[in-house]
Structure formats: structure tokens, C-alpha cells
């Protein structure tokens, strides 16, 4: 399979805001995420997982060039070929939502509470349509032939998007579509606005569907409905979906690679099975070991500020096995076997 | 000595027009100093309602709640001040239980003021506490926003053990963190409990977290309590 986008040496910093506590961090610059990389191939899924607060939402964000304006991003964020670090913001929106798209966090925050769900979910249909109409009227002597065009198939037009809505509504569950077409958010439970935000992201069919912990927040049955979902959509559509979380348990049954951040890097990236069956690195061990079934055993200390990163290893303060090597130097993380580890002491 | 529910129920509506809704009916149980009594249950059966009543910040639509046999009902205002203080809530979301305005420093030492606690000896109290839920004396000069959610919730039962409570009510604490924070947090309950004696009433639709913590379990379902661990 091809490689469909390809992330490297992906820096993010935030320049911190001078106006508050001017004593302490006046000028502090965080650096979110440093040098990392990874690549997805066609129908892939793969999970990035690691505590709040570690940079895999930033990592979405980096993608889909939504981050604030105080952010510096440096690297390579190829996809399909193109480097999207490159692009320009038009360029940008022909490809949101259209080639690339992203189900947000919060589902009750992301769909716009003014708005009916029906609006909501033509609206990918009326952007991307536009971004047509706009390159038909850069060729002046088209532009009155497609308005006319346009005037006559309109309403083919909207019937073609509302069979569309109602199609996608019926994949993720919704038996009675129309009924929920003039509903808004606030009218509807948080499981029902989750698969809302799904159609709408998944509407115009993606190359790449990022999903920023799509179940946090949601109870047990919710999460192995949303599961069900995702799992329904990668099939049927069979794009590649960059899986952010930190459900470990959620992970493990849908994504075929994991990746493992710790304080803004890469820490480990192993297939589910290897990864939670032997986890090499001492910080993926803490981590399956503080889970349930494991006892809930939790891993000493927490993760550092990103302000303040300690020497070495990042993770060495809190590792039950460090040496004196991994408080002085950085450790890379090398690859064995098409697993990579980011440790002195493997393999 | 026990915080006891006894046959209480939770109705929702004006009752025009048959819209009453009853969430609970007759749920009775029992709260043991130094003991944890587990609440599960699917969402939206009322768990959090009938956390909020034995806390006594709901009313019940019927029944009581008795804290070492004084019905919570009849108090006087001196009385139900200090049932408030003996029986403690802690929230899921750290992040609404601190003002973002202020640091945590002014959050703290507000509930110290409440307590009439000497100035000189607010700066003690406020450390023994930070060394109890193992926090550095630095997070005291930052902001909620500064902070993670599992240093806030360790500052929230933080604030909580000022008050000396005898029972907490806790609802979700864990189910906004990451897991290895969760494992932290779970093991500073039980390490304080251990302690201080202290009864808790654990709501949380994570039945792992429950059979971890808890002697006795009831299951709230369809208005019904059903005892699973006695």
C-alpha cells in the first residue's frame, strides 16, 4: 500500500502570552511536539496514544493547519504528494473536509448549536460546491453557461445531497433520517451528536479521517457503538483514519499500528497485538500496567511540564530502570523488526 | 455512626398533565467510616441526583437522609452548616471545581477563612495538605489552566481534606483522566481513607473502579438500587 501522508520532523511551538503572569513566564516558548515522525498508508488505521497533555491533539491540529497563529510549525507534513506546511488557506479549504477531515473532541462544542442538523450536514456539499463555482468563474466565457446549468439542475441538485444525508445517516444507525434533519444539537443526546459529527466528517468521503478521542466522555455502550461505526465506515469507505486517544482498550481492537507519545515525541510504534502483549519501552509498560485488568498499578511521579523538559531521556525521572546514560543523553528512537523503540536499554 | 439513606426517592416534574418523571424509588443504603459503598449504574439513571441528595445539596422528593441518626430534613441552619462541612462532594471535572480567575493559592486559602483558621497557621495546614496528596509547595502560585487534570484533582480532595470531612461523595473522580493518572488518583483515595477513616460513596459507571475500591456495591437501574456485593 502507498503512503498517503507522511509526517517528518514535525516541530510545534507556542510562544506563551506576554500580558499574563508577567513575572514568571514572560517570553516562555513551549515546544509542543519535537521532530516527529510517522507515516499512514492507504486504509490504515493507525492510533496515536499517550497521557493529556502529551501533543497528539496538536499533531491533528498541525495536519489540518488549524493551529493559532501564536503556533510555529517546522517540518514536512506530506500528504498525497503535496507538503500541506506549503499551502496556502484556499488551498488548504479545497482540502478539508473534502480530502482530509477531522471528528473533533466534543462533540456538543463542535456542531453549532444554532444551526439545524440538516444545515449541518449539507453544509460540506454547499462548501466544496462552491470551490467549483469559483474556479468556473476564473474562466469568464463558462461562467454564465454554468449559472444556467446550475439554475435548471438545482433542484436535482439538493435532492442528490438529501438522499446523500439520509444515506449517511442510515450507516450510522439512525433508522428514520428525515425525522432528525430539522432536530438541533442541543435537542439531541451526546451519542447522537457523536455520529452527527461523524456524517459530517465522513460525508464527502476522505482520503485521511483524523478522529481527536472520539470517546472520551462517553459511557461504555456509546463506546462500543462508536466503535462499531468507525469500524462500519472503514469498511465500507475504506479511507485511513489517524486514531487519537487515550483509551488504550479502544485502541487495541481498531487500530493496526500504535504509536505511544510521551511528552511531546514518539516514544514507541509497534502493531496492537506486540505492543500490548510486550511493550518494550518502560514508559508503554507503565502504562498498560496501570489499566484495570492489570490492577491499576500507576507509574510514579507525572509527566514533565513541556516548558521544562528534563536532560536525557524524558521519561528517566519517572523510569524504574534508568541508568546514568539515559539522564545525560537524548535517546533516538530506532527501528528493529518494524517495531520502534525510543529507549538506551532496547533491544 | 453512618451516613444512611433510607427509602429515598427522586421525582422530576410538576405533575400537570401526567410530566412527572420518577428517576429513583425507596433506594436505601448505608455509608461506614473508612469504608467505600460503589454506585454503578448506565448514565442518566440518576446516580449523580442521588449523590447530590446524600450530599445534601438536593432535596428528596421523599425520604430521608440520616447523618449518625440525625435526619438532615429537620436541621437547623447551624446543623445543615455543619453536615455540609461532614460530608464532602468531590466533582468529575477538576477543571470546574477551581475559579480560573484565581490561583490556586487564593482557591485554597478561601476554604481556610470559611474554617476561621489563623492566618499564621493557614501556610501549615496548606502544606501538610500538599505533602498528603504529593504536590510540589509550587503549584500553589498557578493557575487552574497551568495545571493538569490529575494535579487538580489530587488539589480538590486536597481542599476537600481541609474540612476534616467524615464522609465524600464522589462522583465520576477518575472518568476525565488519562489512565495512568487514573491508577495515581485511585491509589490517594485509598491511601487517604486508610488515614483518615474517611466513608465514601463512589459514583462511577466503570465497574473496574468500583470492584478496585469498593467492600459493597449497588447497581442503579431502572429506578432500582440492587445490592451486588454485600
Request: charged fraction near 30%; aromatic fraction near 6%.
Amino acid at each position: 500500500m502507498n503512503t498517503l501522508l507522511e509526517v517528518k520532523d514535525l516541530v510545534v511551538s507556542f510562544h506563551g502570552n506576554e500580558t499574563e503572569n508577567k513575572n514568571e513566564d514572560k517570553n516562555e516558548s513551549v515546544t509542543a511536539v519535537s521532530c516527529l515522525s510517522f507515516s499512514i498508508r492507504e486504509k490504515e488505521t493507525l492510533a496515536l496514544v499517550g497521557e493529556s497533555g502529551c501533543g497528539k491533539s496538536v499533531v491533528a491540529h498541525a495536519i489540518m493547519r488549524l493551529l493559532p497563529q501564536e503556533s510555529r510549525v517546522k517540518g514536512v507534513i506530506k500528504f498525497r504528494g503535496k507538503n500541506l506546511l506549503e499551502m496556502n488557506e484556499k488551498e488548504m479549504a479545497k482540502l478539508r473536509g473534502k480530502e482530509i477531515s477531522i471528528i473533533f473532541q466534543n462533540p456538543s462544542l463542535a456542531l453549532n448549536p444554532v444551526y439545524s442538523i440538516g444545515h449541518q450536514l449539507a453544509e460540506p456539499f454547499k462548501i466544496h460546491g462552491q470551490e467549483k463555482r469559483r474556479a468556473a468563474e476564473e474562466r469568464k466565457e463558462e461562467k454564465r453557461k454554468e449559472k444556467r446549468k446550475e439554475k435548471g439542475k438545482k433542484k436535482e441538485k439538493e435532492n442528490t445531497i438529501l438522499s446523500k444525508i439520509v444515506e449517511a445517516l442510515k450507516r450510522v444507525g439512525f433508522s428514520n433520517p428525515h425525522e432528525y434533519m430539522g432536530y438541533y444539537p442541543s435537542w439531541c443526546s451526546g451519542g447522537m451528536n457523536q455520529r452527527f459529527l461523524i456524517t459530517a466528517s465522513t460525508i464527502l468521503d476522505p482520503f485521511l479521517l483524523i478522529a481527536d478521542e472520539p470517546s472520551k466522555g462517553l459511557d461504555r455502550d456509546r463506546v462500543s457503538e462508536l466503535e462499531n461505526e468507525l469500524k462500519n465506515l472503514k469498511e465500507m469507505n475504506e479511507n485511513a483514519l489517524l486514531l487519537i486517544s487515550h483509551d488504550l482498550g479502544f485502541v487495541r481492537r481498531l487500530a493496526d499500528r500504535v504509536a505511544v507519545m510521551y511528552a511531546g515525541e514518539i516514544i514507541e510504534i509497534a502493531g496492537p497485538s506486540s505492543l500490548f502483549e510486550s511493550p518494550h519501552h518502560p514508559y508503554t509498560r507503565g502504562l498498560l500496567n496501570s489499566l484495570p485488568e492489570n490492577g491499576f498499578v500507576p507509574i510514579p511521579g507525572s509527566s514533565p511540564p513541556l516548558s521544562s523538559l528534563p536532560a536525557g531521556c524524558r521519561f528517566h525521572p519517572r523510569c524504574p530502570i534508568k541508568e546514568k546514560r539515559c539522564m545525560q543523553e537524548h535517546p533516538e528512537l530506532k527501528e528493529n523488526n518494524g517495531r520502534a523503540v525510543r529507549c538506551f536499554l532496547w533491544p | 455512626m453512618a451516613l444512611k439513606a433510607e427509602n429515598v426517592s427522586k421525582t422530576y416534574g410538576s405533575g400537570l398533565l401526567g410530566s412527572r418523571k420518577c428517576i429513583f424509588r425507596e433506594v436505601s443504603f448505608e455509608l461506614e467510616p473508612g469504608k467505600t459503598f460503589g454506585l454503578m449504574g448506565p448514565s442518566g439513571e440518576g446516580k449523580s441526583t442521588l449523590g447530590r441528595i446524600v450530599a445534601g445539596l438536593e432535596s428528596p422528593t421523599s425520604g430521608t437522609i440520616l447523618l449518625n441518626g440525625n435526619p438532615l430534613l429537620g436541621m437547623k441552619k447551624a446543623e445543615y452548616t455543619a453536615f455540609r462541612r461532614r460530608v464532602q462532594m468531590m466533582f468529575q471535572d477538576p477543571t470546574d471545581s477551581f475559579n480560573p480567575r484565581k490561583r490556586i493559592e487564593q482557591s485554597i486559602s478561601e476554604v481556610l477563612k470559611l474554617l476561621n483558621s489563623p492566618e499564621s497557621k493557614r501556610l501549615q495546614s496548606t502544606k501538610e495538605m500538599l505533602k498528603t496528596i504529593g504536590l510540589p509547595k509550587e503549584v500553589l502560585a498557578r493557575y487552574p489552566s497551568q495545571l493538569s487534570g490529575g494535579q487538580l484533582q489530587r488539589l480538590a480532595l486536597g481542599r476537600i481534606l481541609l474540612l476534616e470531612p467524615e464522609y465524600i461523595v464522589l462522583d465520576e473522580p477518575t472518568s476525565a483522566l488519562d489512565v495512568s493518572v487514573q491508577a495515581q488518583i485511585l491509589h490517594l483515595l485509598k491511601k487517604v481513607q486508610a488515614e483518615e477513616g474517611i466513608g465514601y460513596l463512589l459514583i462511577s459507571h466503570d465497574e473496574a473502579v468500583i470492584r478496585f475500591m469498593s467492600e459493597r456495591i449497588g447497581m442503579l437501574k431502572k429506578g432500582k438500587l440492587d445490592m451486588i456485593r454485600t
